[in-house]
């Protein structure tokens, strides 16, 4: 039996360059604290500029 799977690993733990609304411009300033972490289809954030902000969950791709 052979499996191929094409796509790309998304599971990591990442640092957010930029954060923009829908005109392009900056809407979030973005700290060194800042994170999303991707791993199992779960998720978890945090942004430093909205007090602390932090959120997890679950996704499905």
């Known amino acids: 039996m052979c499996s191929l799977t094409y ?3 998304i599971t990591n733990n990442w ?5 923009k609304n829908s ?9 060194e604290a800042d994170f999303l972490k991707l791993k199992d289809n ?3 954030y945090q942004l430093a500029a909205k007090n ?8 499905i791709l």
């Open 42 to 44: 779960t998720f978890e």
């Open 7 to 9: 796509g790309q690993n």
């Open 23 to 31: 005109s392009n411009n900056q809407s979030v300033l973005i700290s």
């Open 52 to 59: 602390n902000l932090k959120a997890k969950g679950d996704y």
């Open 15 to 19: 640092q957010f360059e930029s954060i």
